[in-house]
Every structure is written in structure tokens, then in C-alpha cells.
């Protein structure tokens, strides 16, 4: 059989748990497009990957923008066949309700739910017409839970799991496997300009995330974990 090149997309790939991500499927033999709107950030990991001998792509994309997200799949399509698509590109935005201005609403909703919904649609058909592929969705404990403070944050994760629960009924005649990650605190960026005064140095490690969602993918052909929820041993903040 011929030696079939992966190629994965990880949307918010600039940082974080998307950085992280993007690195370990690059070992595992993925090549990976890199996608987010930070052309300086993306293109220093891509030169990292690149000088530790992997094969990657930049494409900068607003995945709360439809035309954007067309012009990566134009993009992508150019690069090869996607058969791993990571919807990981997310914010968080933390206030009292009274607090809560409708850009921040607006904006939680577009890029967590909304742009997990535009790029997902784009990708899955040439998984179907291949009657194979894997969706990742970067959800959260928040996704399963409301929190106080969280409103926007929580609808959309919440949001993002009744899309993803649906996808994946959807498409199990298609063999295409559907997995929802549901973390606790990670440390990255996410929590610069939020006002808590969890511990930094005690929130999960994204490389540790970055672990458990290859081994998901890793999951032999016919099966699926559908459901990974990611915690500290000691629970949650
Ligand atoms: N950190 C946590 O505690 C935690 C816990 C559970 C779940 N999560 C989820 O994990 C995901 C990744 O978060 P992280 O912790 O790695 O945070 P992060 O370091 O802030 O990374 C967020 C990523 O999303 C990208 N992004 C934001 N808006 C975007 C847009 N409109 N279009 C394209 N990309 C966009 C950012 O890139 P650009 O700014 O370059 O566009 C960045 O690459 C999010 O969905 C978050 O909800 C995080």
C-alpha cells in the first residue's frame, strides 16, 4: 500500500493547547496546517517544526468569519486531502452578567460555537466521499457544567457539545469518528487577562492535554472515545 501522507488542521494553533497539539501529531507523522490569525506566531512554529525535520503549513484564518474559513479550505484543499480536523480555536471571557457587554457575548459564540460549526461543515465532505476521518472538538469542563461569571463562555460550550453529540450521529454511517475533549485549567494565554487567582504553576500542562487527545485519535479503526475529560488529580480550581 502506498505510503499515504496525514494531513491534520488545528485550528488556534498559534499557542497553547493548538501549539502543543500541532507538535505531537508532527511526530506522530501528521502533516499539520497551522491555523489561526497570528501570522508571527504561526510562522515561528512552523519554523520550529520545520527545523526538527516536520512538514507544516501556515494559513491564517478568523474562524468566526465564513469567508475566511472558505479561503482555508481553498488553501487546504491545494495542501492535500484533511482527514484530522481540530476545532480548538477558542476564547474565554469572564464577567457578571450585568457586566457583560454583547461584543464579549458575541464573541465567544462566533468563535467557539460558530467557527467550529463553519470550518467542520467546509472539511466533512471529502471525509465522507473517503468514508473516513476524525473531528476533534476542543470543549472544556465548562461544556458539562455552568460556572458562575461564565454565561457566554458556558452557552458556548455547551453549544459546542450538542454540535459535536449531533456530528457525531450524523456521520457514524460515514466512519467518521467524533471526539469531544472536555479539559479542566490548562495553563496557556487563555488566562492572561483573566482575573482569577487560580495557580498557574498547578493548572494541567497543555503538552499533558496534548497527550491524551493523540491517544484518543490513536484509538484503533473501529473504535471511538468519544468523550475525554481531562482533570487535575486534585479536581478543579
Ligand atoms: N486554557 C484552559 O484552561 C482551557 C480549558 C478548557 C478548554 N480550553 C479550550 O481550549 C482551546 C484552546 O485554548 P488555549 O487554552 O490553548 O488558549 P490560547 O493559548 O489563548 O489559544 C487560543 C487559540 O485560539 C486562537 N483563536 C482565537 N480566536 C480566533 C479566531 N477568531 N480565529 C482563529 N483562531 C482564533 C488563538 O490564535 P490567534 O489569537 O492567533 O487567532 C490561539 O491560537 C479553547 O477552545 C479553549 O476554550 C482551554
Known amino acids: 500500500m502506498p505510503n499515504v501522507e496525514k494531513i491534520a488542521l488545528i485550528t488556534g494553533a498559534s499557542s497553547g493547547i493548538g501549539a502543543a497539539l500541532s507538535r505531537n501529531l508532527c511526530e506522530k507523522g501528521y502533516r499539520c496546517i497551522l491555523a489561526a490569525r497570528s501570522s508571527e506566531k504561526l510562522e515561528k ?5 520545520r527545523n526538527d525535520g516536520f512538514n507544516c503549513s501556515v494559513v491564517i ?7 475566511s474559513v472558505d479561503a482555508l479550505f481553498e488553501a487546504s484543499a491545494k495542501i492535500g486531502h484533511v482527514s484530522l480536523v481540530i476545532n480548538n480555536a477558542g476564547l474565554g471571557i469572564f464577567s457578571k452578567i450585568e457586566e457583560s ?7 465567544q459564540i462566533n468563535v467557539n460555537l460558530r467557527g467550529a460549526f463553519l470550518v467542520s461543515r467546509k ?18 469542563v465548562a461544556g458539562n457544567f455552568g460556572y458562575p461569571y461564565s454565561a457566554a463562555y458556558v452557552a458556548s460550550k455547551f453549544g459546542l457539545r450538542g454540535l459535536s453529540d449531533s456530528l457525531r450521529n450524523e456521520l457514524r454511517k460515514d466512519s467518521i469518528k467524533v471526539i469531544s475533549v472536555h479539559p479542566g485549567a490548562i495553563n496557556t494565554s ?10 498557574r504553576e498547578e493548572m494541567l500542562a497543555p503538552e499533558a492535554i496534548a497527550s491524551s487527545v493523540v491517544h484518543a485519535i490513536d484509538a484503533p479503526d473501529a ?11 486534585g479536581g478543579d480550581f
Request: without cysteine; negative net charge.
Open 45 to 49: 512554529l512552523a519554523q520550529s517544526l
Open 101 to 107: 457587554s454583547v461584543d464579549d457575548w458575541d464573541a
Open 61 to 67: 484564518v478568523d474562524v468566526s468569519s465564513e469567508s
Open 123 to 140: 472539511f466533512i465532505p471529502s471525509m465522507q466521499s473517503q468514508k473516513s476521518g476524525i473531528l476533534v472538538f476542543m470543549n472544556s
Open 190 to 199: 487563555f488566562w492572561d487577562d483573566i482575573n482569577v487567582d487560580f495557580p
Open 223 to 233: 473504535t471511538v472515545i468519544e468523550n475525554l475529560t481531562i482533570r487535575r488529580v
